[in-house]
């Protein structure tokens, strides 16, 4: 369910919409019907405030905030551009910590700037040797290099993001490759559909999309102010995870506490069959189990005790397993007709964390006190930690043996 429906009421549908399409753009299928979706690393939201919120889309591709070197030399727009992407700065090398040149002649000085000038151009030979269309490096890329790049019709992009280049990487399907003399054709991008830098408000943004089967996406979010932008975000990520976990594990579970009050019967009825003492686990679980249907009657403002006694009565005998609270209404409701579901590996891992927190609690067996306790007047020193005995400690936090 989305948050803030005062400020998004309506923007249901796109949400979701945005949520599916950027979630099975960046699912890899691993093989034995396993899937994995990183939405972290792949699936990036870039917020540009202006439009409206239907404006917003997902691009099959990368967009990010950078413009090319030289803007007037190189080119902002081609189509099935050839890109390569590298890790390492296309500049001379400077010196480590300090570094002394002793000149003795004055054509000496002239020879240094020539190694350095013909250092830069042999990286620049070695690149233009694949023909590209596009560089991209994450370090610095110097005048010289640009105009050796641009002269030959190649753009350029600098000081670029290692996120951001790892995504350009997934999406074109090219390699990053940390030093220009190991450069391969294998290592060149050709995936992409259109390279082009677009002006945006005041800010130039760089999109590299149409790509043929992108492993990344950019979700790009549009609104009138930065606050509904970060809340739309917030809504979407929440969005997006559970898309991930429908894509991952397919299984749905009824919703509205209906799931709960299920089990609970069932450990009812299992506690019935159980003689003595370990009985009292099942029903103590069955207990627990019912905080959900309550919390959520107690929300709706019904009548917390005829809700739960007329849903207890329903799942008593074990056949009404789909009927549920409407969080809206409080109604008593089948959830599979109103299409209200929980996500099944999140309310086992929820299942799964509350009987093991449970088990660490049980296990305590003394508490000690961390308060100070208060010295007598003209005492001296700090009073030694003490094991709190059954007086000192408060009848709610003693657990029962």
Not at 207 to 214: A, L, M
Request: hydrophobic share 40%; net charge neutral.
């Amino acid at each position: 369910m989305l948050r803030g429906q005062s400020i998004l009421e309506g923007a249901g549908n796109i949400m979701n919409d945005l949520a599916i399409d950027a979630t099975t753009t960046v699912g890899v299928d691993l093989g034995n019907g396993l899937r994995e979706v990183d939405i972290k690393k792949y699936a990036k939201v870039e917020k540009v405030p202006g439009g409206q919120l239907e404006d917003s889309n997902v691009l099959r591709g990368v967009m990010i905030n950078k413009d090319v070197v030289a803007p007037g030399k190189m080119r902002r727009r081609i189509v099935n551009p050839r890109i390569i992407l590298l890790d390492c700065p296309l500049e001379y090398k400077k010196g480590e910590n300090m570094t002394n040149a002793e000149l003795i002649r004055e054509e000496d000085w002239g020879i240094l700037l020539k190694l350095e000038e013909e250092y830069i151009e042999k990286i620049c030979v070695q690149i233009l040797s694949f023909k590209p269309d596009l560089v991209i490096t994450e370090k610095g890329l110097s005048d010289l290099a640009a105009h050796y790049l641009s002269k030959a019709g190649v753009s350029a992009i600098r000081r670029l993001r290692k996120t951001d280049n790892n995504r350009i990487a997934k999406a074109c399907g090219a390699t990053v490759v940390n030093r220009p003399e190991e450069l391969q054709e294998s290592d060149v991008g050709t995936g992409a559909g259109l390279f082009e830098v677009k002006k945006i408000g005041d800010e130039y943004f760089t999109f590299i999309v149409d790509c043929k089967d992108p492993k990344a996406c950019t979700v790009l979010l549009r609104g009138a102010s930065k606050d509904l932008l970060n809340e739309v975000e917030r809504n979407l990520q929440d969005a997006m995870s559970v898309a991930r976990n429908m894509i991952k594990n397919p299984k749905l579970v009824p919703g509205g506490g209906a799931t709960e009050l299920t089990v609970s019967a069932t450990l009812k009825q299992k506690s019935s069959t159980v003689e003595g003492i370990d009985k009292w686990p099942y029903e103590a679980v069955a207990l627990a189990f019912e905080a959900i249907p309550r919390t959520l009657a107690q929300n709706c403002g019904v009548n917390v005790i005829r809700t739960m006694t007329a849903l207890q009565a329903k799942h008593a005998n074990g056949e009404n397993v789909w009927t549920g609270i409407d969080g809206n209404t409080g109604a008593i409701t089948d959830m599979k007709e109103r299409g209200i579901w929980d996500a099944y590996n999140v309310k086992a891992q929820t299942f799964k964390t509350a009987i093991e927190a449970a088990c660490m609690l049980l296990r305590i067996d003394d508490v000690v006190s961390g308060i100070k306790k208060k010295q007598a007047p003209g005492g001296s020193g700090p009073a030694k930690p003490q094991v709190e005995d059954d007086k000192d400690v408060d009848s709610e936090q003693m657990i029962p043996e």
